[in-house]
Nanobody, 124 residues
Protein backbone atom coordinates (compact mmCIF):
# COMPACT_ATOMS: atom_id res chain seq x y z
CA UNK A 1 0.00 0.00 0.00
CA UNK A 2 1.23 3.48 -0.89
CA UNK A 3 -0.28 6.74 0.35
CA UNK A 4 0.17 9.88 -1.73
CA UNK A 5 -0.50 13.49 -0.72
CA UNK A 6 -0.23 16.35 -3.20
CA UNK A 7 0.40 19.99 -2.35
CA UNK A 8 1.36 23.23 -4.05
CA UNK A 9 -1.72 23.97 -6.11
CA UNK A 10 -3.38 27.36 -6.23
CA UNK A 11 -4.46 30.30 -8.33
CA UNK A 12 -1.94 31.87 -10.69
CA UNK A 13 -2.06 34.26 -13.62
CA UNK A 14 -1.29 33.09 -17.13
CA UNK A 15 2.46 33.00 -17.67
CA UNK A 16 3.12 32.27 -14.03
CA UNK A 17 4.62 29.24 -12.32
CA UNK A 18 3.70 26.69 -9.68
CA UNK A 19 5.54 23.76 -8.16
CA UNK A 20 3.51 20.74 -7.13
CA UNK A 21 4.79 18.19 -4.64
CA UNK A 22 3.65 14.65 -3.99
CA UNK A 23 4.74 13.02 -0.75
CA UNK A 24 4.61 9.24 -0.60
CA UNK A 25 4.51 6.86 2.34
CA UNK A 26 4.08 3.15 2.68
CA UNK A 27 5.86 0.69 0.43
CA UNK A 28 9.28 1.41 -1.00
CA UNK A 29 8.80 4.61 -2.98
CA UNK A 30 11.94 4.42 -5.02
CA UNK A 31 10.93 1.17 -6.71
CA UNK A 32 8.08 2.69 -8.67
CA UNK A 33 7.57 4.92 -11.65
CA UNK A 34 5.62 8.04 -10.71
CA UNK A 35 3.25 10.07 -12.80
CA UNK A 36 1.25 13.26 -12.80
CA UNK A 37 -2.21 13.41 -14.33
CA UNK A 38 -4.84 16.11 -14.51
CA UNK A 39 -8.58 16.33 -14.89
CA UNK A 40 -10.48 19.41 -15.94
CA UNK A 41 -14.23 19.78 -15.31
CA UNK A 42 -16.24 17.70 -17.74
CA UNK A 43 -13.15 16.04 -19.19
CA UNK A 44 -11.42 12.73 -18.72
CA UNK A 45 -8.28 12.38 -16.69
CA UNK A 46 -5.23 12.90 -18.89
CA UNK A 47 -1.55 12.10 -18.66
CA UNK A 48 0.83 14.97 -17.93
CA UNK A 49 4.27 13.56 -17.09
CA UNK A 50 6.01 10.48 -15.75
CA UNK A 51 9.41 9.64 -14.30
CA UNK A 52 11.15 6.30 -13.92
CA UNK A 53 12.08 4.89 -10.53
CA UNK A 54 15.68 6.10 -10.84
CA UNK A 55 14.74 9.49 -12.21
CA UNK A 56 16.84 8.91 -15.30
CA UNK A 57 13.91 8.77 -17.71
CA UNK A 58 11.02 11.16 -18.10
CA UNK A 59 8.19 11.55 -20.58
CA UNK A 60 5.73 14.39 -21.12
CA UNK A 61 2.44 15.03 -22.83
CA UNK A 62 2.91 17.19 -25.92
CA UNK A 63 0.71 19.88 -24.36
CA UNK A 64 3.18 20.49 -21.51
CA UNK A 65 6.51 19.61 -23.11
CA UNK A 66 9.02 22.40 -22.65
CA UNK A 67 6.95 24.06 -19.91
CA UNK A 68 6.66 21.39 -17.20
CA UNK A 69 9.43 19.42 -15.51
CA UNK A 70 8.97 16.30 -13.41
CA UNK A 71 11.60 15.27 -10.87
CA UNK A 72 11.88 13.09 -7.81
CA UNK A 73 13.87 12.85 -4.60
CA UNK A 74 13.82 9.24 -3.44
CA UNK A 75 15.51 10.14 -0.16
CA UNK A 76 12.50 12.33 0.64
CA UNK A 77 9.92 10.03 -1.00
CA UNK A 78 8.70 12.99 -3.00
CA UNK A 79 8.00 13.70 -6.65
CA UNK A 80 7.68 17.23 -8.03
CA UNK A 81 6.08 18.93 -11.00
CA UNK A 82 7.51 22.33 -11.87
CA UNK A 83 5.02 24.15 -14.06
CA UNK A 84 6.15 27.25 -15.94
CA UNK A 85 4.47 29.46 -18.54
CA UNK A 86 1.08 28.34 -17.33
CA UNK A 87 -1.93 28.75 -19.56
CA UNK A 88 -5.66 28.90 -18.73
CA UNK A 89 -6.06 25.49 -20.39
CA UNK A 90 -3.77 24.02 -17.72
CA UNK A 91 -6.55 24.57 -15.17
CA UNK A 92 -7.42 21.21 -13.62
CA UNK A 93 -7.11 19.01 -10.57
CA UNK A 94 -3.61 17.53 -10.65
CA UNK A 95 -3.01 14.10 -9.14
CA UNK A 96 0.10 12.04 -8.66
CA UNK A 97 0.15 8.28 -8.93
CA UNK A 98 2.49 5.32 -8.58
CA UNK A 99 2.87 2.55 -11.08
CA UNK A 100 4.04 -1.00 -10.48
CA UNK A 101 5.52 -0.99 -13.98
CA UNK A 102 9.06 -0.08 -14.91
CA UNK A 103 9.93 2.66 -17.33
CA UNK A 104 7.67 5.62 -18.01
CA UNK A 105 4.08 4.43 -18.37
CA UNK A 106 1.50 6.90 -19.67
CA UNK A 107 -1.82 5.09 -19.33
CA UNK A 108 -4.12 5.78 -16.40
CA UNK A 109 -4.64 2.04 -16.05
CA UNK A 110 -0.90 1.52 -15.52
CA UNK A 111 -1.07 3.30 -12.18
CA UNK A 112 -2.25 1.62 -9.02
CA UNK A 113 -2.16 4.19 -6.21
CA UNK A 114 -3.49 7.73 -6.51
CA UNK A 115 -3.47 10.87 -4.42
CA UNK A 116 -6.54 13.03 -3.81
CA UNK A 117 -5.33 15.79 -6.09
CA UNK A 118 -4.62 19.50 -5.83
CA UNK A 119 -6.44 22.24 -7.72
CA UNK A 120 -4.52 24.41 -10.17
CA UNK A 121 -6.35 27.42 -11.59
CA UNK A 122 -4.76 29.66 -14.21
CA UNK A 123 -6.49 32.97 -14.86
CA UNK A 124 -6.23 34.82 -18.16
Amino acid sequence: QVQLVESGGGLVQAGGSLRLSCAASGRTFSMYAMGWFRQAPGKEREFVATISWSGANTYYADSVKGRFTISRDNAKNTVYLQMNSLKPEDTAVYSCATSTLSGTPVRVTSYKYWGQGTQVTVSS
